[in-house]
Every structure is written in structure tokens, then in C-alpha cells.
């Protein structure tokens, strides 16, 4: 008998019948109660942006408590008569916003919005907990929440400031305490005034439902939820348990559902589960004075603060045991993980990375297994519980009921070490439990377990190391007979991700080492001459920031923000969930549905395709493939990369779609499509395609002054090589698009989440044979784009399209964040090869690069991009390279296409220069900063090919800025310093210097068309071609408008960027937005004003409504386009390389990085960065500082932490938030100091601003040369100097490898 479904919705009480037990929570929040504040992005529990907060009432204990959960994970039948608080619950710009809302949004700490939904409630729920956190406690209460553009330092800023503890982060150095003393200028670095924030007071806070605290059955009455695949039982006693068990015997169950959930939503054929979440007992927790007993179902959080307690209540031993198991538990996870997944399911579970299991196998822990079916309990070990193979050893009718963690006795203890690709939120790449009992006298080995996850299929124990060890002293010698045991004894057997089994065996001796160091430098007893382990990259301290922002002074009226902070203008419509995104449109009452099918052979003829049984599935309308395209589309991609024609060239190209009438239906049906393929050739890897010279015919080449004349004068002369890998966009919100077909006179409108509006229009006319003006296109915000919106996607809008045209009816299709990752284009792979000519005194007098990249299985993005890459190369990074010569290949693999991504192709030639400079250094034994002075371009210097980069002494000013303000060479001390006692971690610095130039290479880009109307209530309507995705485009043009039309930045509002207001707008990218659309719009309002002019001269006292209305009587438009384009001489060819400046002007910066390696596992900390950038005038400078953050956090993503990684046969391993890491909140610099400089550029388009969104991210290639710098220095301990190549990302398998540190002691 189904129950009916009764839950509290921010305070609403809901009852629902027929709750299906696959829904989720998330789709009932979005799609029936329209509460569309909380958002998909991963769907898997990876990323927070779904969080909500759940409240349950205990009747036992009569506490309320309230906690994170992921909306996505969490079945909705599981919420049962438990209290539900959204993003909308807390506040609204409507009524009121909580004060959490708005300190978020007025720290500058949302951009796109996508995240802050997740972001607040994860915050609330901490103060609904903790209404006067510490500020550790906000460091650490974002560890399951994860955002893409800001940066995360803002975030912090804005909610610290709830903090009792919290003040000015600087102190004494406080940024507003410092003088320029170099500019005249005014220092401020305000981004926010915390005295202007609401006071938080918790007593407004919504009140928990009375009924749900009245009524005890909500809790203690058993229920169950059916549907024709899945039955969904909660039970409240173990007999009811043994019943259902009795009749189902098939029957799994469940807690969390963080590891089930899966096969509960997609379940395709009869499965039933049973909830042991109410079962009573099984949440017990206990303490013996041998043991802490813990019931199945116990959440890893309670368990959590259950051994927190125990431990302040402990001593010794003890303490320092439970101690480990903390510190074990803080890394699994995120809350919202934490607060559901119990501690049962976790070791029931097991798996190749489980932390619990590997601790609780180190420490002995034991379970109880229950049999249900006889109702005997046995008590057995938790490695009993896994076979080898790494699958269950549990029969259907185990039941595991409690779980006992052992004390550690006296004289035994307990180390516990994760290393993971990222702090938090994080599978282990390797983790290891070391539990030692030790004879207090003698120091010899009782007892030695080590355990290790990540190894092989399960978590596994070192036997022949516990054997052998035992009777043997803990002294140094230990290291070398462990370790030489543990290469014998451990294989390993896992797919690369992660990191290679030599580097994950490596780790484990590493790792031993770090544990036994530990251990070492706590026994007074011993003789010891290791070196003990210093690295404090683990540690996580505090971060703290500055930012700086110079304002020049200028004539501003009142009503002029523009050169002002001014908070994004939807950021508080963003933060209380009001914003709206692609597909938090509710669905239209016929809409249909749709779910791809994608090709999984990396390059393979298509032999068939039978659709027929999906076909047949219920609620689907039809199956779209290449030939339901009614004419062929050519753009930046053709027809058949819609859906495959008769071949699939990359792992993950579209082949067709199932069109249905709801989601659920469309995904079950698509797995019954079935494709036949023959397999062809493929090459996944780029070096496949080089050695192979599979590259596009007449590679290109550009080069300035005279090689042979520049080698001959050289003194030195040497060759290298680099290789980058790829990078994902990782926008938060998914790609997404709606069309409606309006039935009349082939009209259609779009709404879809691109940067490229106009491509859309184009291909939808030609697929649809319709003109482009009935093809609308929309979209109001992205969730992020980064490029990864712009080009290339456009098939998703087109198959959308496709679908409604075909069955007349509305069609919505949102990828899920695999089909994302695996069919959209990525960062291009590049790798390069140079020979280098310089001096002694490292000025480089020639060298000739063949730079190679890589394209994917579609070249038609890279290639006309590649010029531009030559250009950067040769002439534009500030170098005054005379005699350079760059042949640049676009090569072809079956692979993701090649697309741009923040920053473009222009990263791949920085980085192969910064490869080129760090080798001189490194062969002449240079200071790195002397090199980079000698090879700058000096004031009236020309670059390469005789081009001028106007403004270049800003490019200096940056740079002293940069040495000074990072206090460079007295750091430069301390590094080596720290490297003389460091054995095992090192420290490395680095600066850089960066140029930018300011346009999209490709003309056609450089235009920008606005339309402004004024309505006869004196409000502004502003429409222009730009796309606003985080980046402040629509605050910075109504900034501008407002100056303009002197009238106040709330009398203006920008809807949408819309095709049929500003037609044939190029895609917003390549930093040029603002430029372009902000003169557009500028243009637009000078119109109207000179219109306006005669009235306000008519009636001088009057006021702005006053001269509208007096405009509109007298029958004066109201309404004005806009345009800007930047000149055509300007426009740069490779034909004639010499001709055309292609920027107009210049953006400089420069940035010192300093990091920490710990040589024994690569892993890495970033200790500093001080970022210096020249954004002319900034329009914004608040914002701008937002774009550096973000910018900086996505390069070092690039250029050191993030990995596309393909198996051998193309597939993409890294295909969702679990496998790919963006960074997290607790991987940013532990000192994160921003500087916008603000500089006068006659060159400069817009009030003198420059543009922002891309450059900054080259600051962040010093993160990935200080990490080589601390490498040399520690190959120069292992006795290696010289140079060696370091590739990108700079991962920990690299750094590891390279440090090159021998174990020997
Ligand atoms: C984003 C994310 C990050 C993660 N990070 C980490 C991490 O860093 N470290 C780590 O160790 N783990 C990590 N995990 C795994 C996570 O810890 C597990 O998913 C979780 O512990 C499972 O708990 P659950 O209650 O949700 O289990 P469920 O999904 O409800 O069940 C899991 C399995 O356990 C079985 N089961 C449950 N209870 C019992 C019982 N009493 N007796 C017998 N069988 C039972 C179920 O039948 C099922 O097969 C992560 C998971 C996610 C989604
Ligand atoms: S955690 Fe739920 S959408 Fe990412
Ligand atoms: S603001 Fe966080 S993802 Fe965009």
C-alpha cells in the first residue's frame, strides 16, 4: 500500500500521492513546485549546487536538527515527514533577503549565480547550527560546494563576515593602510562595507513545522512508495526488516542513497529497496572501554561529532587514535555527503577508495553481520565483508547492524594520510592507514598494519609487511625493508585516473615514509637520523586576501558609477534563487523531451542503427537521427556532426536522439538504441598524430628578423620540448535549450545557453530552410560558458529544434553533465618543439618552434585560429624576440573537437615561451627574473615583425609593482632558505610578466550592436548583443548607460540578449564584450540624449520623466540602435604579417607565485599570489578583481591541477565532477593578494577601460613554473641539475616524478 507522501517545503506542508520512488528530490523541488532556485549542475553529489537544507525531528532526544543535503542525490520518498528549506525559504528580493543572501551577493562573491544557491544554503545551515561560527568553520563548510568563476575568495570574504572572528584579514597591513607611492592615484580596496550589511538574527529564521514535532508517527510508522519498476520501503524494526527481506530477497538496502541513488532513478527493471534509516537501534552510538559501537546507519556526520567528543574526553593513545579516525572522516566528502551516507553502507560498500574501509581494516574494526533469514548475528572483520576482486563478499541476506572501532591501546598508534588530485570533496588517488603497536622499551614491532585504498580493487593490507615486521625495531632501517616489501607485495591494477600504477605504487612508499616520520619524530627514545618531514602542504590554514584597486581621479557627478565598485545587478536575484537559467523555464504543457544517443568507439563506421524497441518504450515519440535533418547546415559544424552520417570519429560524437514525452522516458529509452559498428583506425594521443604527421597540410609559419643571424650570434644553443594537455569547461550550468515552434509562417524560438546567438540563428535557418527572422534566439544568463558556449555546441539547439518542427510541439533538451563532458569541445592539446639561440646573459637571440596542436576529430576552430597563435608567439608577449621563427600544425585525432576555452589558443604559445625562458635560466644558472628583464621590451623597443605595443612602459610598471608588493627577492631568501632544511618538500617562486593583446583575431567579431528604448515613465530598456554569463557585461553597460543618460542605474534593466532586438551580434568572447557592446550601447544613448536635448533645454528644471514625456507628446523616437565596430586597418593577416596592428591596445600584468611541493606524493600547496594587472580605466574595478580571482583559480586548473584523461582506446575517463576536479574552496592560494593598476591608454576603446575576462588567466602560468622552480631544487638535492621538462598540467604524478627524491636513509 503506498503511503502518501507528506513533507514540509519551506514551511508549506505537501502532500503527494503516487510519489514515484525514483524521483528526486531535486526534480519534485524544480519541476512540481517550480522551485527552480535549486540547481542541477553534476547530479551525482559532486558539485553542492543542489543543496537544501533537511530538518528532523528526534522525539528521543526532542532535538530539531538540521543539515545540507544534495537535492540530487536524495530520493524524494526518503524526505518523508522530515521539513524541506530551499533557497527561496530563506528570503527573496520580494520580500526580504536573508542576511546570508545578501552578504554573498554584496561581497562580490556571485558571478554567473549558478553555485550560490548551493553556496547559501551550505551557509545557512551552518548558522541554523552555529549562529556564531568560527572562521574555521566557514573555511571548512564549502567542501561539498564548488564554483567556476569567482575564484572562491569573495565567497569567503562575504560569508566570514559572520563571523565573530572575523576582522580586516591583513591586519596591520591592511591594503587601505598602504600608499602607491609610485602613482598619484587613490588606493582604496573596499570591495565591501560590512557595516552596511542586515544583521543576522537567528530568531527570524523559519520556525520547524509544529506537526512534524507534534506527530511521532511521521517517524516511527513504517511506509513504502511503489511504482511498476521500483518499491521503496522504510521499516522501523528489524523484523519488519527480516519480513521484507523474506518476501524480497532480492531487496538492497539502503541509507544515504549516495551510492544506490543511481540504481534507484534509473532503474529498468523490477527492483526493490528497503530504508534502514528508521530501523530502531541501528542508530545507536556507544562507548566500552574497549570500543566505540556504531549502529549501520549512523551518518558519517554523526560519527563525526561523536569522536570529536570522545577525543576531547581522551588522553593519550586513545586520543591521538581517535584523532586519526577524525581526520580520516573530514576528508570523505562534503556535508551534504556527510549528513546522509552512514557509516554501514560505506564499508558494506567498500570499492578501490573507500577511506573508512581503509582505516577500519588498519584499526581491526568489526562489524556485526545479522542474517536475516535466520536471524543470527556473527561478528566479522570488515576486510571479511570484500572479496579480492573488490566485489561484495555480503550474501542478500547480510545485514550489517553495528560497526566497532577499537581504541587504540597503550603504546599503539594510529597515522592516517589521503592523497587526493584535490583538498576536499575527493576520491583518494592513494590513502593509507598505519596502525603500529610498538614495545614501549625496546621499540620493536608488535604489531605493523598498513592499508591501502586506491591500490587495487579494495582496500588492501600489506601482509608480508605486518608479518615481517614483527620483532624488528622501529629504526631508520625500517624504511628501506618496508619499502622494498611493498613494491613485492602491492599490484596495481586500476585505470589511469589518478595517475599511472608506478606513480600510485611510488605513493605508497611515499606515503609510508610521511606515516613513519610521524611516528619517528613523536618517539623520544630513539636514535634517528631521518630528516623529519617539514611539508605543510596538507596543513590548511586560514586564507586570506587583498585586493587593491586604484581609482584615477575624474569628474564624476553623482550619478557616474562608471570606474566605480558596483555589485553585479542581478547578483541578489542569483543569490535568493530568483534568477533565472535556460532550464529553470517551467515546461510548456506539451513539451517533449529529449535524450541523446552518443557513439562510443572513438572512430568506427556505423553498420546500423535500430531504434525500433526504443521506439516502443512508452512516452516516446520518435528517434531523430542524420537522416530526419531535412537540409544540410554548415557553420562551424556540419550536418553530420549533428548526428553521425555513417561514421563516429570521436568517443562521444551524437548519433541520434529520443524524443519523449518526458525526461525519465527519453533516457530509459535511449539505452535500448542499438548501433553496430565496425571499428577503424583511431589516434587518441597527440604524439600519435605528430609521429604520424596527421596534421592539416601547408602548416603556417611566421617569422620576424633573421634566424640564421640570431643562431650564429648565440652562445648558447639548445633544444626542448612541452607538452599541454587539455582542459573542460566546467560551467556549472549544463548545456540547454528550448524550442518552441509557433506554428505559423515557420517561426521558432530558442532559448539556449550560448555565447553564440548568431550561429545558432544561421543553422537553424538553413537546417529548417526557413529565414533567419523567424528563427528567435534567446537567452537572459548562462551558468558559466568560458568558450565552452560559444562554438561547437550548436547542435544541441539544433536537434531541439529539429524535434519541435518534427512533432509541432515544444522540445527541451538539457544535457546531464556526462553527456556534457563527453560529447562538447575542449581546451586543444598542444605540445611543441623549439630550439633556442641566446647569450650569456640570457638574451635569447633566436629560436624556431614547431608548435603542434591539436584539433580533435574537427580542426574547423583551431585552424583559422592558428595564425593568431603564431602572432602571440612571435611578437605579443611583451619579448622583444628579434629573430623567431614558429611553424604551427593543427593536427587531427578522434578526439573531443579542439574548441576555445578562457584565454583561447593563445595559452599554448605562453606557455611554450615560459617553457623556452625557464630553460635559459635554468642552463645559464640565471635568476629567472633577470632573464625575463633582459628579453622584456624596453620603452621605445619595437617587437618582432617592427610591431609597437602602445603603453609598454605599463607593462614595467606592473612588473616593479609585481617585485615589489610579492616583497620577491626577500621571499627569493626565504625559499632557499626553507630548501636548505626541507629534505622532503620544497618551495619554488616565480614571476612573470604578461601581455595581452585586445581583440578577437577574427574581424567579423569586432562589431557590437545595442538597442536603448525609453518607455514614458522615464524607464530604460537596454538590449544589446552581448551575453552576460558571470562576467558583469549587463553591469558594466547599464553602468555606462547611466552615465550617458544621467539618470540613476535602477531606472535602467536588461532583460535577455535576444537575436530579434540586436541582430547579428557575434559571439560574446575573447574579452571583448564590454568593448564592443559597451560602445554600442554608449552610441545608442548619445542618440537618445541629443534627442532628449531640446526638451531638457525647454525645461531646465525640470526632470527626467519630464523631458521623456515632453519627447513622446511631441512625437520624438524613444528609441535608438547603437552600433560600434573597431577599424578594419586594424585588422592583422598572415599574408602580410607586417601590416595591420590587429589590437588596439594592450593589457599588461604580471604575477609572483610561490608554492610548496611535497616531494614524496607531488602534492602541492600555492603559498602566495600576488596578481598586478592593468585594466586601463576599469569600468569596475570590484568586478574586474572578481575576474582576476576567477581567471587566476581556472588557470591553475590549466596549467597545474586539472586532467582530461582518455583510455587507450578514446574513451573519456574523466566524464563527470567525480573524475574531472575543478579546483575547490580550499585549493586556493593561502594568500591570494589582487592589484588592478590603473593606467591611462590613449589606445583604449571605452572611457579608457581595457578588456578584462581572459587575461588575467595568464598569471596563472607562474603557478606552474614556481612548482618546477621547487622541483629543481629538489633534483638539485637528488644530485641532478640542468633543465628538465615539466608538462602541463603540472600534476602531483609529474611533480613526484621529477623531484626525483630517493627514500635513502
Ligand atoms: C560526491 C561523492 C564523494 C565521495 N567521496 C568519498 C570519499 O572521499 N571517501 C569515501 O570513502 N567515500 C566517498 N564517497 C562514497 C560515499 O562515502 C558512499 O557513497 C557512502 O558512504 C554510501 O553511504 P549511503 O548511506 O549513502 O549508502 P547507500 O547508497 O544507501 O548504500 C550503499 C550500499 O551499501 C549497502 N548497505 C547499506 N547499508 C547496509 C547495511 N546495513 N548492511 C548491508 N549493506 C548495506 C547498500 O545495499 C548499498 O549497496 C563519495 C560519494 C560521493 C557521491
Ligand atoms: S551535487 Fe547535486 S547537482 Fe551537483
Ligand atoms: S558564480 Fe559560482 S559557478 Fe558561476
Redesign the pocket.
Known amino acids: 500500500m503506498n503511503t502518501n507522501l507528506v513533507i514540509f517545503v519551506n514551511g508549506q506542508k505537501i502532500v503527494k500521492k503516487n510519489v514515484r520512488p525514483e524521483t528526486t528530490l531535486l526534480q519534485f523541488l524544480r519541476k512540481d513546485l517550480f522551485l527552480s532556485g535549486t540547481k542541477l549542475s553534476c547530479g ?3 558539485c553542492g549546487s543542489c543543496t537544501v537544507m533537511v530538518s528532523s525531528y528526534n522525539s528521543s532526544s526532542k532535538q530539531i536538527r538540521h543539515y545540507s543535503v ?1 537535492a540530487c ?1 536524495m530520493p524524494l520518498v526518503a524526505v518523508h515527514g522530515l521539513a524541506v528549506t530551499t533557497v527561496e525559504g530563506i528570503g527573496s528580493t520580494k520580500t526580504k533577503l536573508h542576511p546570508v543572501q545578501e552578504r554573498l551577493a554584496k561581497a562580490y562573491g556571485s558571478q554567473c549565480g549558478f553555485c550560490s544557491p548551493g553556496f547559501v544554503m551550505s551557509m545557512y545551515t551552518l548558522l541554523r547550527n552555529y549562529p556564531e561560527p568560527s572562521m574555521a568553520q566557514i573555511e571548512t563548510a564549502f567542501q ?1 560546494n564548488l564554483c567556476r568563476c569567482t575564484g572562491y575568495r569573495a565567497i569567503l570574504a562575504g560569508f566570514r563576515t559572520f563571523s565573530k572572528e572575523w576582522t580586516c584579514e591583513e591586519g596591520e597591513n591592511c591594503c587601505q593602510n598602504q600608499t602607491l607611492s609610485d602613482t598619484g592615484y587613490n588606493a582604496c580596496s573596499k570591495t565591501f562595507d560590512a557595516s552596511e550589511f542586515a544583521v543576522y538574527d537567528p530568531t527570524q529564521d523559519p520556525i520547524f513545522p509544529s506537526e512534524l514535532q507534534l506527530d511521532a508517527t511521521y517517524q516511527t510508522k513504517s511506509i513504502c512508495f511503489k511504482s511498476s519498476n521500483v518499491e521503496w520501503y522504510r521499516p522501523n524494526s528489524l523484523d519488519e526488516v527480516c519480513q521484507l527481506k523474506q518476501q524480497y530477497p532480492n531487496a ?10 543511481k540504481s534507484i532513478r534509473n532503474s529498468q527493471s523490477k527492483k526493490v529497496f528497503i ?2 534509516t528508521n530501523v530502531q537501534g ?1 542508530d545507536n552510538m556507544t562507548i566500552t572501554d574497549a570500543c566505540i559501537e556504531i549502529g ?2 549512523v ?2 556526520a554523526f560519527l563525526l561529532e561523536y569522536i570529536e567528543h570522545q577525543a576531547t574526553e581522551s588522553k593519550g593513545f586513545k586520543k591521538a587514535g581517535l584523532e586519526s579516525i577524525l581526520d580520516m572522516l573530514h ?4 556535508h551534504q ?1 556527510r549528513n ?7 564499508i ?2 567498500g ?1 578501490s ?5 581503509t582505516m577500519m581494516i588498519a584499526i581491526g574494526a568489526r562489524v556485526d553481520l545479522y542474517n536475516v533469514s535466520n536471524k543470527s548475528t556473527e561478528r566479522r572483520t570488515v576486510s571479511d565483508l570484500h572479496k579480492d576482486d573488490g566485489t ?1 563478499a ?1 550474501q542478500p541476506s ?4 553495528f560497526v566497532y572501532i577499537p581504541f587504540m591501546e597503550n603504546d599503539e598508534y594510529l597515522y592516517w594520510h ?1 592523497h ?1 588530485e584535490r583538498t576536499d ?4 588517488t592513494v590513502n593509507s592507514a598505519m596502525r603500529v603497536k610498538l614495545d614501549p622499551d625496546s621499540n620493536t614491532i608488535k604489531d605493523l598494519v598498513l592499508c591501502y ?1 586506491g591500490v587495487g580493487h579494495g582496500s588492501i593490507v600489506a601482509t608480508q609487511v605486518r608479518e615481517k615486521t614483527v620483532g624488528r625495531e622501529w629504526a631508520d632501517d625500517l624504511v628501506a625493508f618496508v619499502s622494498g616489501l611493498l613494491g613485492e607485495e602491492l599490484n596495481v591494477t586500476l585505470p589511469p585516473v589518478g595517475g599511472s600504477t608506478n606513480y600510485k605504487r611510488s605513493l605508497t612508499v611515499g606515503i609510508f615514509f610521511k606515516l613513519f616520520s610521524r611516528l619517528q619524530s613523536t618517539l623520544h627514545n630513539i636514535q634517528s637520523k631521518i630528516v623529519h618531514d617539514m611539508s605543510s602542504v596538507r596543513q590548511k590554514t586560514l586564507s586570506s586576501a587583498s585586493q587593491i584597486f586604484e581609482t584615477l581621479p575624474i569628474d564624476q557627478d553623482g550619478i557616474d558609477h562608471v570606474g566605480q565598485p558596483v555589485v553585479h545587478k542581478s547578483a541578489l536575484q542569483q543569490a535568493s534563487g530568483e534568477a533565472v537559467y535556460c532550464d529553470d523555464i517551467p515546461t510548456y504543457n506539451n513539451e517533449l523531451h529529449i535524450a541523446l544517443v552518443i557513439g562510443n568507439r572513438a572512430h568506427a563506421k556505423i553498420l546500423s542503427i535500430d531504434a525500433s524497441k526504443a521506439e516502443r518504450m512508452p512516452g516516446v515519440k520518435g528517434f531523430l537521427s542524420y537522416k530526419d535533418i531535412p537540409n544540410q547546415v554548415h557553420g562551424n559544424i556540419t550536418t553530420e556532426f549533428i548526428f553521425a552520417k555513417d561514421k563516429v570519429l570521436y568517443h562521444g560524437h551524437t548519433i541520434g536522439a529520443i524524443v519523449a514525452d518526458t525526461l525519465e522516458q527519453a533516457m530509459a529509452a535511449r539505452q535500448y538504441v542499438h548501433v553496430d559498428y565496425e571499428d577503424l583506425p583511431a589516434v587518441i594521443e597527440l604524439e600519435t598524430a605528430i609521429s604520424e604527421k596527421l596534421y592539416l597540410p601547408n602548416p603556417k609559419v611566421l617569422q620576424a628578423g633573421d634566424m640564421e643571424l640570431g643562431f650564429k650570434e648565440s652562445d648558447l644553443i639548445f633544444e626542448g620540448e612541452i607538452s599541454m594537455g587539455s582542459q573542460e569547461h566546467f560551467y556549472m550550468e549544463p548545456l540547454s535549450s528550448i524550442a518552441l515552434p509557433i506554428g505559423e509562417a515557420g517561426e521558432i524560438d530558442i532559448t539556449v545557453t550560448s555565447q553564440s546567438l548568431i550561429d545558432i540563428q544561421a543553422m537553424v535557418s538553413q537546417m529548417l530552410d526557413v529565414p533567419k527572422n523567424r528563427v528567435k534566439c534567446h537567452v537572459k544568463r548562462l551558468g558559466g560558458g568560458f568558450g565552452g558556449k560559444a562554438q561547437c555546441t550548436e547542435q544541441f539547439p539544433l536537434i531541439s529544434a529539429l524535434a519541435a518542427t518534427r512533432f509541432n510541439r515544444p522540445a527541451r533538451l538539457t544535457l546531464d553533465r556526462e553527456t556534457d563532458m563527453r560529447t562538447t569541445g575542449k581546451r586543444n592539446r598542444a605540445h611543441a618543439k623549439y630550439t633556442v639561440g641566446c647569450t650569456k646573459r640570457g638574451k635569447i637571440l633566436a629560436h624556431e618552434v614547431e608548435l603542434y596542436i591539436d584539433g580533435g576529430f574537427l580542426d574547423t576552430l583551431t585552424a583559422p585560429f592558428m595564425p593568431f597563435s603564431l602572432l602571440i608567439a612571435v611578437c605579443d608577449q611583451g619579448y622583444a624576440f628579434n629573430n623567431v621563427k614558429v611553424t604551427g600544425y593543427t593536427c587531427e585525432t578522434n578526439t573531443n573537437p579542439g574548441v576555445p576555452m578562457r584565454g583561447s589558443i593563445y595559452i599554448q604559445p605562453l606557455i611554450l615561451t615560459q617553457a623556452l625562458i625557464n630553460d635559459v635560466a635554468s642552463r645559464l644558472g640565471l635568476p629567472i627574473e633577470q632573464v625575463h628583464k633582459v628579453n622584456m621590451l624596453q620603452i621605445g623597443d619595437l617587437a618582432p615583425l617592427g610591431r609597437e605595443l602602445p603603453d609598454v612602459h605599463t607593462m614595467h610598471k606592473c612588473w616593479q609593482r609585481c617585485l615589489e608588493s610579492s616583497r620577491y627577492m626577500e621571499k627569493r631568501k626565504m625559499v632557499e632558505e626553507y630548501n636548505r632544511k626541507s629534505k622532503w618538500s620544497k618551495r619554488g617562486l616565480y614571476i612573470i610578466p604578461t601581455t595581452r593583446d585586445s581583440l578577437p583575431p577574427l574581424y567579423g567579431l569586432c562589431q557590437g550592436g545595442a538597442l536603448v528604448n525609453i518607455y514614458t515613465d522615464g524607464s530604460v530598456w537596454v538590449n544589446h548583443g552581448g551575453v552576460e554569463m558571470g562576467q558583469g557585461l549587463h553591469t558594466k553597460l547599464i553602468q555606462i548607460a547611466s552615465k550617458v543618460l544621467k539618470v540613476p542605474q535602477d531606472v535602467i534593466h536588461i532583460t535577455e540578449t535576444t537575436t530579434n532586438c540586436v541582430p547579428n551580434a557575434p559571439m560574446t568572447a575573447g574579452s571583448m564584450g564590454s568593448d564592443v557592446f559597451g560602445m554600442a550601447v554608449k552610441n545608442a544613448c548619445e542618440k537618445l540624449m541629443k534627442r532628449l536635448g531640446p526638451y531638457k533645454a525647454e525645461n531646465q528644471n525640470g526632470q527626467w520623466k519630464d523631458w521623456v514625456l515632453a519627447a513622446y507628446n511631441d512625437c520624438t523616437s524613444l528609441s535608438a540602435t547603437g552600433f560600434y565596430f573597431h577599424p578594419k586597418e586594424n585588422h592583422w593577416d598572415l599574408e602580410k604579417p607586417r601590416e595591420g596592428n590587429f589590437s588596439k591596445y594592450y593589457l599588461y600584468g604580471a604575477a609572483a607565485v610561490e608554492v610548496e611541493v611535497d616531494c614524496l606524493t607531488g602534492a602541492h600547496r600555492v603559498i602566495q599570489v600576488d596578481g598586478v594587472m592593468d585594466f586601463g580605466r576599469s569600468l569596475n574595478p570590484t568586478i574586474d578583481i572578481g575576474q582576476m580571482e576567477g581567471a587566476f583559480i581556472m588557470g591553475y586548473g590549466c596549467f597545474v591541477s586539472e586532467q582530461v584523461v582518455y583510455d587507450n582506446k578514446g574513451k573519456l575517463l574523466t566524464k563527470d ?2 573524475t574531472y576536479k575543478i579546483p575547490g574552496v580550499r585549493d586556493i592560494p593561502t594568500k591570494f593578494n589582487m592589484q588592478i593598476l590603473a593606467s591611462h591608454s590613449d589606445e583604449a576603446v571605452l572611457y579608457g577601460s581595457k578588456a578584462v575576462g581572459e587575461p588575467p588567466l595568464h598569471m596563472s602560468i607562474a603557478a606552474m613554473f614556481a612548482i618546477k622552480d621547487a622541483i629543481a631544487a629538489a633534483r638539485k638535492d637528488a644530485g641532478i641539475e640542468g633543465p628538465f621538462q615539466l608538462n602541463c598540467p603540472a600534476n602531483a604524478e609529474q611533480i613526484h616524478t621529477l623531484c626525483s627524491t630517493k627514500i635513502n636513509i
Not at 546522509?340 to 560505506?346: E, R, T
Not at 577508495?353 to 574501509?357: E, G, R
Request: with cysteine.
Open positions: 551525482e553529489g559532486a544534495n542525490l561539498g538492497i538496502f539502503t541509507v544515504g542513497a549516495t551510492s544506490v541513488g530504508c534502514l541501528l549501520a546507519t551518518t558519517l576528508q570523505v566528502g562534503g555527503l546522509v551516507a552512514s557509516v554501514g553502507s560505506n558494506a560498500s570499492g577508495t573507500s577511506d573508512i574501509c561484495s555480503l547480510d545485514l550489517i547492524t589521503k587526493a570533496l575527493n576520491y583518494a585504498g565532477a567525480t
